[in-house]
């Protein structure tokens, strides 16, 4: 069941927006807009841009233009393609196949306008597809169609190399000049199909940390996942094993200034302090190493968030939010009393309801951060004694199961698949076994870059471990991974359809086959996901192209919004919400 509203909503309340579009609320879509997985790209943010026939260009990215592209490259300061060097290079053991290297240039970094020190650094090929930098990076260019030489659209060409043939040692892979300033990880953007990758506008350093921290909460960490830690842990990974220039190069830190050791040496003391006291033979037991990794306190059972009915309870009680919530459903109600509508009240009136509705999601946000981080410092406490209480009655000659594999149900095959593939540590493989799986990596992460997850009211992961204070594990056997579908033809679709289907849907290429036939609960539903998702920030006067399959392909635009909602009416017989406010 796609996520959609539960009341009912009149069929003819042309801007009817109750309580809940404060808190946007969108229908089949996620409330804050950040969990939709990203995949078309596009150049704008609120609309689609077509060539002379009609069809739109949001893949082609050949219809930049170079300009656009050096404007960004002046505003932001990210890793672009122009700082990557890919590279095949022969073998230097004879007889085996070329391996690719790529050159990555950083120059971005802190202080950089004072005194800039550019760095380059060489990556290699990693027998596991979950670690291999280069695979995710040719998956990028090659969903990006950065690629100068045609004919790689695909990993295969990548890996079936043969330089010795041609008597040379190396082969470097060229960009698209379009593409030499373009960011190679972008944020995401808004238009008419919901959120889309942007050509252009790099990923922001705040997003970037909102991922870590969820990444790092999901995983079970006790502390914070933060960029730093990659970072100290990548300084002292090198301490020791390279000379303190090397280390310093890699920091990018001024020789003999200290910085290291003030900063970024690790608090644990990586030495058997104890043994060489002693003066005994300094053994190597793993513990040392163990204690100055954070992934020691990582609990993957550690609960993500706080059951929704203990955080109801705990919201209610707190007397700053319960004013918000009394003064903010009075002024709603005093709106929809004088104006019947909340757009048909005064600007002012509106602005204020408004920002009343802002202060009241801003304080039960803080709150609700609050509340898990005080919810997961009680279990990481709580959790060492049940598990000695449990190790005080434990039997003797009890057998130690080893965990089961944690499956989780995805909405999208490629995900599914690229899973398997992603998860497969496997090291006793033929070099042409390895080979293969990485293929199939990074193909799955290109088909699966063309596709759309939407948001659904129920969570589909199964639980994720076994539970250290149950002796029974919850995860089922994973199920036959089928086969991807190929794109249906738009024979499958007709030209009349249900007057509960979304006609942007249904011609979305990026959803399943059947998230583009789905259907809401009745049309007023289907009215609003419409209006608050693919036509939010369309202006009335702007040329919209008829997404229907059969439509597209005769490259059928029509002049505003009004007559888009009058061909949806007449030719496929749905009728949409009339502009009653102009937009």
Same mark, same amino acid.
């Given at each position: 069941?796609?996520?959609?509203?539960?009341?009912?909503?009149?069929?003819?309340?042309?801007?009817? %927006?109750?309580?809940?579009?404060?808190?946007?609320?969108?229908?089949?879509?996620?409330?804050?807009?950040?969990?939709?997985?990203?995949?078309?790209?596009?150049? %704008?943010?609120?609309?689609?841009?077509?060539?002379?026939?009609?069809?739109?260009?949001?893949?082609?990215?050949? @219809?930049?233009?170079?300009?656009?592209?050096?404007?960004?490259?002046?505003?932001?300061?990210? /890793?672009?393609?122009?700082?990557?060097?890919?590279?095949?290079?022969?073998?230097?053991?004879?007889?085996?196949?070329? /391996?690719?290297?790529?050159?990555?240039?950083?120059?971005?970094?802190?202080?950089?306008?004072?005194? +800039?020190?550019? =760095?380059?650094?060489?990556?290699?090929?990693? +027998?596991?597809?979950?670690?291999?930098?280069? #695979?995710?990076?040719?998956?990028?260019?090659?969903?990006?169609?950065?690629?100068?030489?045609?004919?790689?659209?695909?990993?295969?060409?990548? *890996?079936?190399?043969?330089?010795?043939?041609?008597?040379?040692?190396?082969?470097?892979?060229?960009?698209?000049?379009?593409?030499?300033?373009?960011?190679?990880?972008?944020?995401?953007?808004?238009?008419?199909?919901?959120?889309?990758?942007?050509?252009?506008?790099?990923?922001?350093?705040?997003?970037? $940390?909102?991922?870590?921290?969820?990444?790092?909460?999901?995983?079970?960490?006790?502390?914070?996942?933060?960029?730093?830690?990659?970072?100290?842990?990548?300084?002292?990974?090198?301490?020791?094993?390279?000379?303190? @220039?090397?280390?310093?190069?890699?920091?990018?830190?001024?020789? *003999?200034?200290?910085?290291?050791?003030? @900063?970024?040496?690790?608090?644990?003391?990586?030495?058997?302090?104890?043994?060489?006291?002693?003066?005994?033979?300094?053994?190597?037991?793993?513990?040392?190493?163990?204690?100055?990794? &954070? #992934?020691?306190?990582?609990?993957?059972?550690?609960?993500?968030?706080?059951?929704?009915?203990? &955080?109801?309870?705990?919201?209610?009680?707190?007397?700053?939010? $319960?004013?918000?919530?009394?003064?903010?459903?009075?002024?709603?109600?005093?709106?929809?009393?004088?104006?019947?509508?909340?757009?048909?009240?005064?600007?002012?009136?509106?602005?204020?309801?408004?920002?009343?509705?802002?202060?009241?999601?801003?304080?039960?946000?803080?709150?609700?951060?609050?509340?898990?981080?005080?919810?997961?410092?009680?279990?990481?406490?709580?959790?060492?004694?049940?598990?000695?209480?449990?190790?005080?009655?434990?039997?003797?000659?009890?057998?130690?199961?080893?965990?089961?594999?944690?499956?989780?149900?995805?909405?999208?095959?490629?995900?599914?698949?690229?899973?398997?593939?992603?998860?497969?540590?496997?090291?006793?493989?033929?070099?042409?076994?390895?080979?293969?799986? %990485?293929? #199939?990596?990074?193909?799955?992460?290109?088909?699966? @870059?063309?596709?759309?997850?939407? &948001?659904?009211?129920?969570?589909?992961?199964?639980? =994720?471990?076994?539970?250290?204070? %149950?002796?029974?594990?919850?995860?089922?056997?994973?199920?036959? =991974?089928?086969? !991807?579908?190929?794109?249906?033809?738009? #024979?499958?679709? +007709?030209?009349?359809?249900?007057?509960?289907?979304?006609?942007?849907?249904?011609?979305?290429?990026?959803?399943?086959?059947?998230?583009?036939?789905?259907?809401?609960?009745?049309?007023?539903? &289907?009215?609003?996901?419409?209006?608050?998702?693919? !036509?939010?920030?369309?202006?009335?006067?702007?040329?919209?192209?008829?997404?229907?399959?059969?439509?597209?392909?005769?490259?059928?635009? !029509?002049?505003?919004?009004?007559?888009?909602?009058?061909?949806?009416? =007449?030719?496929?017989?749905?009728?949409?919400?009339?502009?009653?406010?102009?937009?």
């Amino acid at each position: 069941m796609i996520f959609d509203f539960k009341d009912d909503r009149s069929d003819d309340g042309a801007a009817d %927006k109750d309580i809940n579009d404060y808190f946007g609320l969108d229908s089949g879509y996620n409330s804050d807009k950040t969990d939709v997985t990203m995949t078309e790209d596009t150049d %704008k943010c609120y609309t689609t841009e077509f060539d002379e026939c009609g069809e739109p260009l949001r893949y082609n990215v050949n @219809a930049a233009k170079f300009s656009e592209f050096e404007e960004a490259k002046r505003k932001y300061k990210a /890793l672009c393609y122009k700082d990557i060097c890919l590279w095949i290079v022969q073998n230097p053991k004879r007889g085996e196949r070329d /391996l690719p290297a790529m050159e990555v240039h950083l120059q971005n970094h802190k202080s950089v306008d004072n005194k +800039p020190k550019p =760095t380059a650094f060489l990556f290699r090929e990693n +027998p596991f597809s979950m670690l291999c930098p280069i #695979s995710y990076i040719l998956t990028r260019a090659i969903r990006d169609n950065a690629i100068l030489v045609n004919g790689y659209t695909s990993a295969e060409p990548f *890996f079936a190399t043969d330089l010795g043939s041609q008597n040379v040692k190396a082969m470097k892979v060229h960009w698209k000049p379009e593409c030499l300033k373009r960011p190679v990880f972008r944020r995401s953007v808004w238009t008419t199909n919901g959120w889309a990758k942007s050509k252009t506008e790099p990923i922001p350093y705040s997003k970037y $940390a909102f991922y870590l921290n969820r990444l790092g909460r999901d995983a079970g960490f006790e502390d914070k996942l933060t960029s730093y830690c990659f970072h100290r842990g990548c300084a002292n990974a090198i301490d020791g094993k390279a000379s303190d @220039a090397v280390r310093d190069q890699v920091m990018r830190h001024n020789p *003999f200034t200290g910085v290291f050791n003030e @900063a970024y040496n690790n608090q644990s003391v990586r030495f058997n302090v104890q043994d060489a006291y002693l003066e005994s033979d300094i053994t190597d037991d793993g513990l040392t190493r163990a204690f100055t990794h &954070m #992934s020691i306190r990582c609990n993957p059972g550690a609960p993500k968030e706080v059951p929704r009915e203990v &955080m109801n309870r705990l919201l209610a009680a707190d007397p700053e939010i $319960a004013i918000l919530e009394r003064e903010f459903k009075e002024s709603h109600t005093r709106i929809r009393w004088e104006y019947k509508f909340i757009n048909r009240a005064p600007k002012e009136i509106r602005e204020t309801h408004k920002k009343l509705g802002q202060q009241l999601k801003a304080a039960t946000k803080s709150l609700e951060d609050e509340l898990e981080a005080e919810h997961r410092k009680d279990y990481f406490f709580y959790i060492h004694n049940e598990m000695m209480k449990r190790q005080l009655n434990r039997p003797l000659n009890e057998m130690v199961e080893e965990g089961a594999v944690p499956v989780i149900e995805h909405q999208l095959e490629e995900r599914t698949r690229l899973q398997l593939v992603l998860c497969d540590l496997s090291k006793d493989l033929s070099p042409q076994a390895i080979v293969a799986r %990485k293929v #199939s990596a990074v193909n799955l992460q290109i088909a699966l @870059a063309s596709r759309k997850e939407l &948001m659904t009211r129920q969570r589909r992961s199964a639980p =994720t471990c076994k539970d250290p204070l %149950k002796g029974e594990s919850l995860i089922c056997a994973p199920a036959p =991974t089928p086969a !991807l579908d190929p794109l249906p033809p738009a #024979s499958k679709f +007709p030209l009349v359809y249900e007057k509960t289907q979304c006609i942007f849907c249904i011609g979305n290429e990026a959803l399943s086959y059947c998230q583009r036939r789905r259907k809401f609960r009745r049309p007023s539903h &289907m009215w609003d996901h419409v209006e608050n998702i693919h !036509l939010r920030d369309v202006p009335a006067e702007q040329r919209i192209i008829c997404h229907h399959p059969i439509c597209k392909a005769e490259g059928l635009i !029509l002049d505003g919004v009004v007559l888009f909602k009058n061909h949806v009416a =007449t030719v496929h017989e749905v009728r949409l919400r009339p502009n009653v406010f102009p937009h």
